[in-house]
């Protein structure tokens, strides 16, 4: 099994521009979830799922979407970048509500 | 307030010492706690587990609950640089699928 996959691993794009991170997992879990890392503030909920075609907000959802047809992905789009959004994002699934996530390897993000 | 308070370090131990880690909060409806690891970039991996109070050992590591002090702990005996790494705590609610971070404490190892 490859686990939590994420892509692409860098990226850097311009203040107005949009692209999506991509999730993807291979362990049939329902629940899967997106985080955002910034320096001392440690790892904030953005959106997540718990099963194909439900999606709800996390804590920082604003100027983020996302959304979920099948189990396996769950793409997280970046509608209109800016800067504050520079940061470590990172794919987490559970097969047991939010307990024990399995994090993917993260997309590190920044905005110019 | 934040929902979770953990002291961000960083914590500098010599090898073969007893590192020891905490986190405090406040929801008291939290009865998962949980323990992820997180080498430099690289993603978090989860550590321990614990459900409500006790304790839980597996290894080198024992993980505390005190729901009454809302209050965790991490401890790591005879410890080891390959044990350099940022800790995270977490918890949840019954029922609830998220989690709720700490910060993170950054703890090094010296050889």
């Known amino acids: 099994n490859a686990g939590v996959t994420q892509t692409p691993k860098f990226q850097v794009l311009k203040t107005g521009q949009s692209m999506t991170l991509q999730c993807a997992q291979d362990?049939?879990?329902?629940?899967m979830s997106w985080y955002r890392q910034d320096p001392g503030m440690g790892l904030r909920l953005i959106h997540y799922s718990v099963g194909a075609g439900i999606t709800d907000q996390g804590e920082v959802p604003n100027g983020y979407n996302v959304s979920r047809s099948t189990t396996e992905d769950f793409p997280l789009r970046l509608l209109s970048a800016a800067p504050s959004q520079t940061s470590v994002y990172f794919c987490a699934s559970s097969y047991n509500k939010g307990y024990e996530q399995y994090f993917g390897p993260g997309t590190r993000l920044t905005v110019t | 307030q934040k929902e979770v308070e953990q002291d961000p370090g960083p914590l500098s131990v010599p090898e073969g010492a007893i590192v020891s880690l905490n986190c405090t909060y406040s929801?008291?409806?939290?009865?998962?706690f949980m323990w992820y690891r997180q080498y430099s970039r690289k993603g978090p991996e989860l550590l321990m587990y614990?459900?409500?109070?006790g304790n839980k050992e597996d290894g080198r590591f024992t993980a505390q609950v005190d729901k009454s002090s809302k209050y965790i702990s991490l401890f790591i005996r005879d410890s080891q640089p390959s044990d350099s790494a940022t800790y995270l705590c977490?918890?949840?609610?019954?029922?609830?699928?998220?989690?709720?971070f700490g910060a993170g404490t950054t703890v090094t190892v010296r050889a």
């Open positions: 362990m049939n879990h329902e629940y």
């Open positions: 614990t459900y409500s109070s």
């Open positions: 977490a918890m949840s609610a019954p029922n609830d699928y998220k989690l709720s």
């Open positions: 929801n008291s409806a939290f009865q998962y």
